[in-house]
């Protein structure tokens, strides 16, 4: 993944703990970020910041509501309304989102996927005025 | 939670390393986690959230300070950009807190290795 969207999906993910905690530590959490970017390293810091959001959402405010994530029920106390409940949601696809680079490190290089599973065809895909495929079949 | 008394439970990994960290002397975020990843050779790395979360419980629980930015007891920082960094250091507190677990893992230690004993004269 492009080095500008990791640091964006960061941003978003940083922009999602509570004020306060991210008043006190964003900045610093966006700069090791920055300093520990690698091609590897990327899936584990969004993990561990997905799991940071749910954390300081879920554990730290009171303990105003429950996240049961052994039964795999949402247990709702009165503290958590229908925000926290969509907050939670978007730090769930955020861990969803990270699962899944961890088992295709970069979606954006699919056509290589695709080449390497079929190399006897090259697909060409032309794009200014209308989409066209072009096989090549090479013996 | 963390709390002064003498049966103060165990803590936890993660915490335990940070505290470790920091015994080392005063270091920023960044550099309680390297100095974390070389302690455990390359075994255990902490990500930025679970290091901050842990940091922010450990500064209520009064075992690890913030270094105040002026202060000259400090800091090895590497470049210009690590010295606006916040710095972390270890309490009074947190030195006792570190002294008990470390006494409490090596009666784990003691303990596991009699029983390893036991049971290796028991087999012969």
Redesign the interface.
């Known amino acids: 993944m492009n080095r500008a969207v990791s640091r964006l999906v960061y941003r978003l993910i940083l922009r999602l703990h509570p004020t306060s905690?991210r008043e006190?530590?964003g900045a610093?959490?966006l700069?090791?970020?920055e300093?520990?970017q690698q091609p590897g390293a990327t899936v584990?810091?969004f993990?561990?910041?997905a799991?940071?959001?749910l954390?300081?959402r879920f554990t730290?405010q009171n303990g105003t509501g429950q996240l049961s994530i052994a039964s795999g029920v949402m247990i709702t106390a009165p503290g958590i309304g229908p925000v926290r409940f969509l907050q939670a949601a978007i730090a769930l696809s955020l861990l969803c989102l990270g699962l899944m680079l961890l088992r295709v490190p970069n979606p954006l290089n699919a056509s290589v996927t695709w080449a390497d599973r079929m190399p006897c065809y090259t697909v060409t895909l032309q794009a200014p005025s209308h989409a066209e495929v072009v096989l090549h079949s090479t013996p | 939670m963390l709390t002064k008394n003498a049966k103060s439970p165990p803590l936890s990994s993660a915490t335990l390393h940070i505290l470790l960290a920091l015994a080392g002397g005063n270091l920023h975020g960044y550099g309680i986690i390297k100095e974390v990843a070389r302690n455990s050779d390359g075994h255990y790395r902490l990500g930025p959230g679970t290091l901050y979360d842990n940091l922010k419980k450990l500064i209520s629980a009064g075992l690890v300070a913030d270094v105040p930015t002026s202060s000259s007891s400090k800091r090895k920082a590497a470049s210009a950009q690590e010295e606006d960094r916040r710095f972390f250091s270890l309490t009074r507190e947190g030195k006792d807190a570190l002294a008990r677990e470390v006494d409490r893992l090596q009666g784990v230690v003691t303990k596991a290795k009699a029983r390893l004993q036991e049971a290796r004269t028991g087999r012969a």
Do not use: A, T, V
């Open positions: 905690f006190e530590f610093e959490m700069w090791i970020f300093q520990e584990h810091l993990l561990d910041g799991l940071s959001l954390r300081q730290s």
